[in-house]
């Protein structure tokens, strides 16, 4: 039998360990326990996964490939680097995966409206894209600060039918959206669905976005071995609230023979303010819903945190994560800003990938990794999506 045995996670409570629950007040604890009653009735239903499967295939453009990075690896000299292209996947990254299947789950329960905060857009973007797949009402708040900064998310928001509510309040950013998102749901939860981006919230989101997002592990898995006849000998991701990387990891957490990174980011240093590096420099604490490992003060108050993938900084992590993290089955490093930036500019250049800036944290870390480890070895990276959105912002950056 295997070391591991992580089937059967989280428990019937949302636990993963000391992890997750539903740290929320008791009148939305029978909302939560509905959604997961209603995604427990379907998810093994033929017509759930017929429907998941067909759009997985003819709209997103799944299965995405597995590519050997030759020239990256040439470059680094040591390890084989592969890439898992979430980048080709329609509307550009991983986040598609999870938002259908929300959008579905809120579209059996017969729910009116489902609402979300965006930061710079990419889950208002995937989410509004599922819900005109779907056919369901969408409603996105984002802070006003933000709406100035995404002009082409805005934008595309809107022509997909979402609406769209500026946030004013506090500093306009998207710890308001968050705020203010929540604030209409509550005004009615029985009707109104809200679909959280990543591996965190109250249970049953974490498992739930996990599993909609493991058709990327489980594509691997196969990919990689038909392939190299193997399992690869590291796969990594980037950590954010955690989802592409929960995506990969699922499939290969009770391998042995698999090495498991995830790669946070340091932002401009570790020893700064200025990093969102949870795993790494938090301790356990509670947040929207769950506890988990978090960067917080004295008083258990999120620190503000920041990255220059601003898919990355959140000051909590998914539940999951943080059961990984003290049972030492996924290792959590971290890479700056400026080694994000190398490795954004590096896949550009040598392969014609421009990833996305969160994207590039785990190519960093490939390509340190992949120097100090022999021929031979191999290296599985989830390029979660493209970069795209972030090619103006480092053109001014780096004053291309
Ligand atoms: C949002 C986003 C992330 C971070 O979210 P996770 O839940 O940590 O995966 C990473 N990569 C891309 C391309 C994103 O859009």
């Keep these: 039998m295997s070391k591991f045995d992580f089937k059967e996670m989280p428990d019937k409570d949302g636990y993963f360990g000391e992890y997750g629950g539903q740290q929320i ?13 209603a995604y427990q009735e379907i998810r093994n239903t033929k017509k759930f996964q017929d429907e998941l499967d067909y759009f997985n295939k003819y709209y997103v453009g799944r299965p995405s490939p597995i590519y050997f990075a030759q020239r990256l690896t ?19 990254a991983h986040k598609i995966n999870h938002c259908i299947g929300e959008a579905l789950l809120a579209k059996h329960m017969g729910k ?8 710079a857009g990419q889950h208002g973007v995937a989410l509004a ?14 802070g006003q600060v933000d709406i100035e900064k995404e002009h082409p998310n ?37 009707n109104f669905f809200y679909a959280i981006g990543s591996v965190v919230g ?32 590291y796969i990594m991701a980037c950590v954010g609230g955690g989802s592409n990387a929960m995506g990969l990891f699922t499939a290969f957490l009770d391998d042995e023979d698999v090495n498991i990174v995830g790669v946070e980011p340091a932002g401009k240093g570790l020893d700064t303010m200025d990093h969102a590096a949870t795993l790494t420099k938090g301790s356990p604490g ?27 900084d959140y000051p909590g992590v998914g539940p999951q994560h943080s059961y990984l993290k003290d049972l030492e089955r996924v290792e959590y490093v971290s890479a700056t800003d400026q080694e994000c930036l190398e490795a954004f500019m590096t896949l550009s250049q040598i392969e014609g990938i421009i990833p996305a800036l969160e994207s590039a944290h785990a190519v960093a870390h490939a390509m340190k990794l992949a120097k100090t480890l022999g ?23 780096l004053k291309l």
Excluded: W
């Design 286 to 312: 509670v947040i929207h819903g769950k506890k988990c490992y978090l960067l917080q003060d004295d008083n258990g108050e999120p620190l503000p945190v920041y990255s220059i993938a601003s898919g990355l």
């Design 154 to 190: 805005v934008t595309r928001m809107k022509i997909l039918g979402a609406k769209l509510v500026p946030v004013t309040r506090g500093t306009a950013t998207l710890k308001d959206a968050v705020d203010s998102a929540f604030e209409e749901y509550l005004k009615d939860p029985v």
């Design 375 to 397: 021929k031979g070895k191999n290296i599985l990276v989830n390029l979660s999506g493209r970069g795209d959105k972030d090619i103006d912002f480092v053109a001014e950056k």
């Design 25 to 37: 007040p008791p009148e939305l604890i029978k909302i939560m326990n509905d959604i997961d009653d």
């Design 112 to 119: 009116t409206k489902i609402l979300a905060e965006t930061g």
């Design 74 to 92: 040439d470059k680094c000299g040591g390890a084989d680097i592969y890439l898992k292209r979430e980048d080709l996947n329609h509307t550009g």
């Design 202 to 233: 109250p249970h049953p989101f974490p498992m739930m976005v996990r599993d909609f997002q493991s058709i990327v592990g489980r594509e691997a898995k196969e990919q990689f071995n038909e392939i190299c006849g193997k399992n690869p000998d």
């Design 129 to 142: 894209t599922a819900c005109a797949l779907v056919d369901i009402e969408c409603e996105i708040h984002m």
